[in-house]
Structures are given as structure tokens and as C-alpha cells.
């Protein structure tokens, strides 16, 4: 079992940043691929970023390529999502996900998310 609670939610302008954090409990996190979903209102939630346990692989949501970048610190027990070039259409609820026996597309364990308001 693992915990997950995130942070650094906010409101950005059009063009600006923001870096999520997710920081896990349990002594299991180093063997997890991490994954960061959005959901947007009236939309199904969708992936957007996942990581390999080891960080030596990364995947992204064709919509982020380019602008979104994952990692993750096993020693601290967090991953990020560092987001440049925020549009409106990146609002959402972000949601930090764990995904066991994946490679971080299809987690087990969910945060409760973290509101990102883009502004035009």
C-alpha cells in the first residue's frame, strides 16, 4: 500500500510554469513506476506523464511533449511534474498515481489530486 498526496497546484497565466510534487509513503516507492493523469471538467481523466522506477524512462501525452517534464527523487520519496508553457487547455485536477507491476499507465494507487487553473 502506498499513500500519495500532491502539491503545487495553482493559478498560472498563459505562457507561465509550475512544478507538481508528489510525495509517497511506504518504503516500496523506489520500485514503482509514477505516473501524473489530469482531469478536466465534463472530461474523462486522462494520462500525461509516467516514469520508470528508476527514472531511465519517461513517457508523455502527445499534448505535452515538449513542455512537461516527469522525474522522481527515490530518496525523498517524490515525483514531479515541472509543466513550462502552461495553455488553458492544461486546467485540470492532477492526479499522482503509483503503478506497481506498469510502467506507470495503469496504476493501482491514486492521490487526490491538486487543482491547475491556466489563465488566457
Known amino acids: 500500500q502506498v499513500q500519495l498526496v500532491e502539491s503545487g497546484g495553482g493559478l498560472v497565466q498563459a505562457g507561465g510554469s509550475l512544478r507538481l510534487s508528489c510525495a509517497a509513503s511506504?518504503?516500496?516507492?523506489?520500485?514503482?513506476?509514477m505516473g501524473w493523469f489530469r482531469q478536466a471538467p465534463g472530461k474523462e481523466r486522462e494520462f500525461v506523464a509516467a516514469i520508470s522506477w528508476s527514472g531511465g524512462s519517461t513517457y508523455y501525452a502527445d499534448s505535452v511533449k515538449g513542455r512537461f517534464t516527469i522525474s522522481r527523487d527515490n530518496a525523498k520519496n517524490t515525483v514531479y511534474l515541472q509543466m513550462n508553457s502552461l495553455k488553458p487547455e492544461d486546467t485540470a485536477v492532477y492526479y499522482c498515481?503509483?503503478?506497481?507491476?506498469?510502467?506507470?499507465?495503469?496504476?493501482?494507487?491514486w492521490g487526490q489530486g491538486t487543482q491547475v487553473t491556466v489563465s488566457s
Open positions: 498515481a503509483a503503478d506497481p507491476t506498469g510502467d506507470g499507465s495503469t496504476p493501482d494507487y
Open positions: 511506504g518504503r516500496t516507492f523506489s520500485s514503482y513506476a
